[in-house]
Each structure stands twice: as C-alpha cells, then as structure tokens.
C-alpha cells in the first residue's frame, strides 16, 4: 500500500511536470512576442528624434554659412573703407604740405619786400584812366591834348566856401555842390563821372574827373578842389580845371582852351 502511494505521487508530480512543460512553450512564445513589440516600439519612437536631429544639424550649418558670408561681405567692406579714408589721409596730408609751403612763400615774399621811394597816393592820382583821345575820322591831323591845370572860372557859393561852410566830410560837400551845378540832371552828357579824394596834414584835396562829354571839341573835364577844414568845418578854399581836348589846345587870352 505504501509502495502504491508512494507511486501515485511520483506519477503526479511527472503529470505535473509535464504539464508545466507543456505550459512552457505558450509562455516562452508570449515573452517573445512582448520583447518584439517593445523593440519595435522603441524603433518606432527612436526614428523621427534621429530624423529631427539631422535636419536641425543641417538648419544650423546654413546658418553658420550665412553668417559666413555676411562676416566676409562685412570684412570687405571695412577694408574698402579703411582704404578710403587712408587716401584721403594722404591727399589732406598733401594739401597741408602745399598750404604750408604757400605761406611760408608768401612770408617770404613780405620779409624781402622792400617799400619802394613812390608816394602810391599821389602816382595816378591825377590821371583819367579813359584818357583816350584818338582824333575823329577826317581829322588826324589833329592832335588831341590836355591842359594844364588852372583856376577855374567859378564862384562858390558860401554853403561851401572855407570859414562859411558847416560840412564835416569834403567828399560830401563836392558831392552837394555837383548836385547844386546839375551835374546829376543830365547824365546823358557824358560817359563817366569819377571822384577821388585824398586827405593831408594841411587838408584835401577832392577830383571831379568828367570823360565822354558830347562835344566835338571837349573830351573831358575835370576839377580839383582844395579843401581846408576851419573849426571842425570842411570847405572849399580854391577850385582848378583841366581840359581834355579832341581836336588840340589853343590859346587865347593867356589861357588854354580847346579848339
């Protein structure tokens, strides 16, 4: 009866050995078919983060590219410019040169000038610059001439005369006195009326000069006033007159006059 049980018992647990045995198979089958999904799960997922990672390297390598570019364009650009202003440089440079010789020239010019024995006032002080009295047509055997100066034949009226007049400046009192005359009524008379003056210790002296008078005989004229200065006053102490002949000077009376 032991020896029975004992049996029974081994054939049970073979029976469920084998049994398990049996099972194995369909559970070793299952763990499989889990691993595979897993793997394939994480293919699935592991591909578009690889995907991703390339384009975004490929992304970064244009950019870099680009920057690139623009730091070449930027380079070139700079250096055009520092060439710019390094020939502008040189061309300052050569126009401070140029200036600087120019003035040392012109300072050395002033230190060897000599003040020439000429008193500027008085050289061409009494000359007509349009003194040109070429004979008319038919007539050259003419010779045209100015004389010398003399007194001129006037009266001056007190409002202008030396110890009488109130004028404070020469010039306008000559100016005045050519308005008084009518000298500025009729400016279809002449070509060119010119005043100078000039001032001296003892005075001055104002020029009328007169060219292109419509005369066939007068060419042009002109008065020299001498003026004094009395109290603060300016005046007209004497008055001189030249002639501008076309045709020549005569005589007549002991004064000249054009013929």
Same mark, same amino acid.
């Given at each position: 009866?032991?020896?029975?049980?004992?049996?029974?018992?081994?054939?049970?647990?073979?029976?469920?050995?084998?049994?398990?045995?049996?099972?194995?198979?369909?559970? =070793?089958?299952?763990?499989?078919?889990?691993?595979?999904?897993?793997?394939?799960?994480?293919?699935?997922?592991?591909?578009?983060e690889e995907e991703? !990672?390339?384009?975004?390297?490929?992304?970064?390598?244009?950019?870099?590219?680009?920057? !690139?570019?623009?730091?070449?364009?930027?380079?070139?650009?700079?250096?055009?410019?520092?060439?710019?202003? +390094?020939?502008?440089?040189?061309?300052?440079?050569?126009?401070?040169? =140029?200036?600087?010789?120019?003035?040392?020239?012109? !300072?050395?010019?002033?230190?060897?000038?000599? +003040?020439?024995?000429?008193?500027?006032?008085?050289?061409?002080?009494?000359?007509?610059?349009?003194?040109?009295?070429?004979?008319?047509?038919?007539? @050259?055997?003419?010779?045209?001439?100015? !004389?010398?100066?003399?007194?001129? @034949?006037?009266?001056?009226?007190?409002?202008?005369?030396?110890?009488?007049?109130?004028?404070?400046?020469?010039?306008?009192?000559?100016?005045?006195?050519?308005?008084?005359?009518?000298?500025?009524?009729?400016?279809?008379?002449?070509?060119?009326?010119?005043?100078?003056?000039?001032?001296e210790d003892a005075g001055a002296?104002?020029?009328?000069?007169?060219?292109?008078?419509?005369?066939?005989?007068?060419?042009?004229?002109?008065?020299?006033?001498?003026?004094?200065?009395? @109290?603060?006053?300016?005046?007209?102490?004497?008055?001189? =007159?030249?002639?501008?002949?076309?045709?020549?000077?005569?005589?007549?009376?002991?004064?000249?006059?054009?013929?």
């Open positions: 009866m032991k020896k029975y049980m004992i049996l029974t018992s081994a054939l049970v647990l073979t029976a469920c050995g084998g049994e398990n045995e049996a099972e194995n198979p369909a559970a =070793q089958s299952n763990n499989n078919h889990e691993e595979q999904q897993e793997e394939a799960n994480v293919e699935t997922t592991e591909g578009p991703e !990672t390339v384009d975004t390297d490929n992304e970064q390598t244009e950019d870099g590219d680009e920057l !690139t570019s623009m730091q070449e364009e930027h380079d070139e650009e700079t250096a055009a410019l520092e060439a710019e202003v +390094e020939e502008l440089e040189e061309e300052l440079a050569e126009a401070e040169e =140029q200036l600087e010789a120019s003035e040392e020239e012109e !300072t050395e010019a002033v230190l060897e000038h000599e +003040e020439p024995d000429v008193d500027f006032q008085a050289e061409g002080f009494y000359e007509q610059l349009w003194m040109v009295m070429d004979p008319p047509e038919g007539m @050259d055997d003419w010779e045209p001439g100015s !004389t010398a100066w003399m007194d001129a @034949d006037m009266e001056i009226d007190d409002a202008f005369a030396s110890g009488t007049s109130a004028y404070t400046s020469p010039e306008r009192l000559v100016f005045d006195w050519m308005s008084e005359a009518g000298w500025f009524d009729g400016t279809d008379a002449f070509d060119e009326t010119a005043v100078r003056s000039r001032h002296e104002v020029l009328v000069l007169q060219w292109g008078l419509r005369d066939d005989a007068l060419a042009g004229e002109d008065f020299r006033f001498h003026m004094e200065e009395v @109290d603060g006053a300016w005046g007209i102490a004497g008055v001189e =007159q030249r002639l501008h002949c076309r045709r020549g000077i005569t005589e007549e009376e002991g004064r000249e006059l054009c013929q």
